[in-house]
């Protein structure tokens, strides 16, 4: 019976940990795929509107991820990541729409939500990994 319950201790904790990322590694992720995008919607020549919104996005989340490495507090970065996820829905409602070329295919977008969605987690749920 020891044996069954320090197993379910063991695969709970090991679950925990592959499901729960540092906000710095989110923030990270968020600027490095952001930037990615906006590269990709530039060189491809985007429209210029679905460009400039990447550009902002990028732009918001340099400053959200050097944010992080100051911040003591999530509350210290609300402001900062509440600018990140309205450029992030921006973006988002572009690249949703049936007409951009940027939806399904865009593997580079992909990688922005996965990261946003982890920054949002961190952010927002008080069960997150994040660290000062």
């Given at each position: 019976?020891?044996?069954?319950?320090?197993?379910?201790?063991?695969?709970?904790m090991?679950?925990?940990c592959a499901t729960t990322t540092s906000l710095g590694t989110a923030a990270d992720r968020l600027?490095?795929?952001?930037?990615r995008f906006y590269q990709e919607t530039y060189y491809d020549r985007a429209p210029r509107p679905t460009t400039d919104d990447a550009a902002r996005l990028a732009d918001a989340a340099?400053?959200?991820n050097r944010a992080v490495d100051r911040a003591h507090s999530r509350e210290d970065l609300r402001l900062s990541f509440d600018r990140v996820a309205e450029?992030?829905?921006?973006?988002?409602?572009?690249?949703d729409?049936?007409?951009?070329?940027?939806?399904?295919?865009?593997?580079?977008?992909?990688?922005?939500?996965?990261?946003y969605l982890d920054v949002d987690r961190a952010m927002n749920h008080s069960g997150s990994a994040y660290r000062p």
């Open positions: 019976m020891k044996r069954v319950f320090a197993f379910l201790v063991g695969a709970l090991l679950a925990g600027d490095s795929s952001a930037r340099r400053d959200f450029r992030y829905h921006d973006l988002r409602r572009q690249v729409d049936r007409d951009s070329r940027y939806g399904e295919a865009s593997l580079a977008f992909d990688r922005v939500t996965e990261a």
